[in-house]
């Protein structure tokens, strides 16, 4: 339950999908790819785009098969829904319905602040 990764640059408006593509980290997974490294991958729900190094559900598992990769898949990202609501319950004010009342700017480093110090006080 380590944030590895934060990008807090886009308000909460804006679709994962066009976080996630306009991202360094989609861009350095890409250019690994690109460059022969083919083990490693990210998961993602169903509102990401499938890519060689990002895998998502079958949004309609058509067979066994899918269904039970579908559901490994979800069990596997839980996770990351418990990681969010211990960030979201250590630090009150980024819960959604709260929402920051600063730019978009301070609004990104306190939510950058707070992934740092959630991980700092969960170790």
């Not at 991202?23 to 490294?37: H, I, P, R, Y």
């Not at 996770?79 to 009150?92: A, D, H, M, T, Y």
């Not at 978009?104 to 602040?113: L, Q």
Request: proline share 4%.
């Amino acid at each position: 339950m380590v944030i590895t990764y934060v990008d807090a640059r886009h308000p909460g408006a804006n679709h994962d999908a066009f976080i996630w593509k306009h991202s360094t980290a989609e861009q350095m997974l890409n250019s690994d790819f690109n460059n022969g490294k083919i083990n490693t991958w990210l998961l993602g729900d169903s509102g990401y785009p499938l890519e060689p190094y990002l895998m998502t559900p079958f949004r309609l598992p058509g067979d066994e098969i899918q269904r039970r990769f579908s559901d490994r898949h979800a069990k596997a990202r839980n996770i990351i829904g418990r990681c969010f609501g211990v960030l979201k319950n250590k630090f009150r004010c980024i819960i959604s319905s709260r929402g920051l009342q600063y730019s978009t700017e301070k609004a990104s480093k306190v939510i950058n602040a707070c992934c740092e110090l959630r991980n700092v006080y969960f170790f």
